[in-house]
Each structure stands twice: as C-alpha cells, then as structure tokens.
C-alpha cells in the first residue's frame, strides 16, 4: 500500500471503531499492522509470531504461502487474541479491501472481549509464546535439537487431548517439577567427625513405600496433564515442554470451541459497518464481490462464515439485536447449533448429510434436524475423539490404559497405533488404547521405543 493509501485507512479504521460503538459493539484495544505476505503465512502457520519453531509449522507455512503464490487461496486478515488485539492486514491489498477487512477484525475483536469461553485466556500468550521458544531452544543447546525435536513429535502429536472446560494452565509447581536451573558442580561430600563412631547409632526410620498413583477426579480427561504428572521416567525439562505445549493449546482452545459462531458474528459486523461508511459506487461494488467470496459454500465443507452469519442474520430477525448480544457472550458452537440453527436456515443454505457408500458419495438424509445432529456430533470435543485416561498404573507396574469414549464415530486404527506409539514414548512404559470395534471392545497395546 502507499503512504497515501496507508494515512487513507487510519482514517476509515477510526470511523469504523466509531460507528462500531454507535452500534452496540466493545472492541478491545486493536493494533493493526500491514504486512507482506511471508509475515501474513508464517503468522498463520505458527498460530502466533515468535512461536517456537518446529518441522510441522514449517510444512504448514510451505503449504498456505504455496497456495497463495499459486492463485489457490488468499488470507485476507489474521488476528491475535491478546492485549491490545494483534490484527495483521496484507500489504498487498487495495485500500478498499483493507477496509473490509478491518470491519472484520473489530467483529471479531468484540467477539474475543465478550464471549466467556475467553475469559480465562491469557492476553499476554503472544509474549509466552516467545518465552517458550527461548526456553525449547536452551533445551536443544543442552540436550540435543534431534532429542528435543522428537520428543515433541511426540507431544505434538495429543496436543488437542487437553482437558476440554479447563480455564486456566496448570503451573509446573501444581505437578511437582520445578523448571531446570543451569548444572551446578556438586558440593564435596562431608567427611565425619572423629568422634562420630563413639556416638549411639540410630536406626533410621524405614521409608514408606509409595502410594499407588491416582488419577484425581476428572483428571483423566487431560492427557496431556496426566502425562505430566503421573508419567514415571520423564526428565524436568521434558516434563516442562509438555507444560509449554499444553499451555498453548489451551490458549487454542475457544478458538476451535467458537469457530462458526466467531466468524459469523465478524461477517455480520463488517456488513453492518460497511454500510455506514461514506463508500463510492466503484466500493460498493467491490464490498458486494468480496462479501459474496466470504459467503460462498464451500464444496464439499462447511463454510464458518456463511453458516454462521446466516444463524446470526436468522436469530437477529426473529429476536433482535440484545439477543443476539446475549447469545455471542455466553455460548460456543455446540449451543449456538442446538439452539439456533432452525429449520429455515437450513433450507436457505440447502444443507443436507451426505456419506460414502457402494464406492460413490450420496445424499443420505435432508432432514434439518439430521443435518443439525450431524454438525454438532462433529463439533463434539472440537472434533476430536475423546479418550480418557482410566488407569496410570495398570497391572501395578505402571502401565498407562486409555479408554476411547465412543460416540458413535470410529477411530481409524492405523491412525490411533501410529499414535499410541507416540504416547509410548512420553510414558516410557507399555500403554493400551481400549476402544469398542464391530461392538466389541478391542485394546491396542504398545511398548515403549527402546532407549537410545
């Protein structure tokens, strides 16, 4: 953008937050910064700038900046739930497409204010995030970068197994680690008193043999928390990237928990705004382009935008505006699709179930309620499965056994094994995934890679 152009958006994004609070909106404080693109998809690719570095960002950054290069896709805007907002506009966007997305971003700016799913997220994650990359890299200069690279292939790889209503990280200090100090040489030991042998010698008391570990209620929910408290053989360090890691997938979390209502409600806005700004012929034109590119379906998905701000829309006529307010500060998309996707929007979108059978793709069902029940199963535990952690010390020699909590939906047993070989290698003992097949229930066993 020029400098022109550049001074020409300030302006419009000043008008926007005014009128945005003229319509009811409270954005939190907001930094917009234009940026090329490597900065846009690396951001996008790490989920936060400054993130630790690790293979599977870089495949992902690889993935998005390609597909951009080539024409396939576009981010328009990314924004970082923080204090102030971090929103981050494309340098190569005209002025008038920077607007709109600017209109976009102060949505979802209320949005991250109100909602009570991010109440407990930390606003200061974005300085966390490069807190933990300092500290992975110490850990690769003593340790190893191959050693710590595959152990959080390992981590990496339940990082969405977190417990799903968790509000807060858990401190290292809750779990008994205390996050490792530089080696210091040991103190030579004390030689004993001449005297020492004349003395009356006590027999020291028998140490108490350990408890078994337990699991505390609900605890089991948490792998990822279960591992770093319970798993035997794992070092401070390691213990500590699993604190690190779980931190920030639960700063994750409402974003996943809230992605239909989130961008409905942004889409929503930045159609509301924009019609209040002074805008030419040619920009109208332009906003009903760009507003039918967010709006488009997507083939063979479901499009967040469009799914969303048709609820909103839906829910704005038939109750009004402070509903619609009430509804974005306390709900997630598992409520905001029970209770509001009704049977006309359904028919709008012409929404139906589809699956693969006899070796085609065929409609199955266009009954709203069974497109309703078939969009909130997959929103269940944000669409992963949910497995559980139902015995840390199984047949007393500290065996990890997992339960899958089937809801209907299988898992993909080639997938689960290759996986359970990563939760081997975290528990350092032979683990076992119970999950129910054909309806029968079948255990998947794994021993630990041998030590290197």
């Known amino acids: 953008m020029r400098d022109d152009e550049v001074a020409a958006l300030d302006l419009a994004i000043a008008d926007l937050w005014s009128i945005a609070h003229g319509e009811g909106l409270d954005p939190m404080r907001t930094h917009f910064e234009i940026v090329p693109a490597p900065v846009l998809y690396e951001v996008a690719a790490y989920g936060l700038p400054g993130r630790f ?57 209320d949005f991250f204010k109100h909602n009570a799913h991010f109440r407990a997220a930390a606003l200061d994650m974005d300085e966390r995030v490069r807190l933990h990359a300092e500290r992975i890299r110490a850990y690769e200069f003593a340790h190893g970068r191959r050693e710590v690279e595959s152990f959080l292939d390992a981590v990496l790889a339940i990082q969405e197994h977190v417990d799903p209503w968790a509000d807060e990280p858990t401190p290292l200090a809750r779990v008994g680690v205390v996050r490792p100090e530089p080696e210091r040489p040991e103190a030579p030991p004390q030689q004993p008193e001449a005297w020492e042998d004349l003395l009356e010698r006590r027999t020291a008391p028998a140490t108490p043999a350990p408890a078994k570990p337990n699991l505390d209620p609900g605890e089991g929910e948490d792998i990822l928390l ?7 053989d794992l070092a401070d360090w390691q213990r500590d990237v699993i604190a690190l890691v779980r931190t920030e997938s639960l700063y994750f ?15 929503f806005w930045h159609v509301r705004l924009l019609r209040r700004l002074q805008l030419s012929d040619a920009e109208y034109t332009e906003f009903a382009r760009l507003n039918a590119g967010v709006r488009s379906p997507y083939p063979g998905a479901v499009n967040p935008y469009l799914l969303g701000v048709s609820i909103w829309e839906d829910l704005n006529r038939r109750e009004g505006l402070q509903r619609c307010f009430l509804v974005r500060e306390s709900e997630d998309d598992l409520s ?71 809801d209907g939906r299988d898992l993909d047993l080639e997938y689960a094994e290759r996986t359970l070989q990563r939760v081997a290698q975290l528990w350092r003992r032979r683990v076992h995934l119970e999950t129910p097949v054909d309806g029968k229930p079948k255990v998947l066993t794994c021993d630990p890679p041998p030590a290197r």
């Open 253 to 267: 979390r409402p974003y996943v928990r809230t992605k239909i209502m989130n961008e409905g409600w942004a889409t």
């Open 226 to 232: 279960v591992i770093l408290r319970h798993a035997p």
């Open 53 to 109: 570095a690790h293979w599977s960002h870089g495949k992902a950054y690889q993935q998005m900046k390609t597909q951009y290069d080539f024409g396939l896709m576009k981010i328009f805007e990314l924004i970082v739930h923080a204090d102030p907002a971090q929103a981050f506009l494309l340098d190569t966007n005209d002025l008038f497409t920077n607007k709109f997305v600017a209109a976009h971003v102060l949505g979802h700016s």
């Open 336 to 406: 905001f699709l029970r209770n509001h996707l009704t049977k006309e929007v359904a028919k709008d979108l012409d929404m139906y179930v589809y699956q693969f059978q006899d070796d085609a793709w065929s409609v199955t069902d266009k009954a709203w309620e069974a497109v309703r029940d078939t969009l909130l199963a997959s929103r269940v535990h944000c669409g992963h499965p949910r497995i559980v952690a139902a015995d840390v010390d199984h047949h007393g020699s500290r065996e990890l056994y997992l339960q899958h909590r089937h």
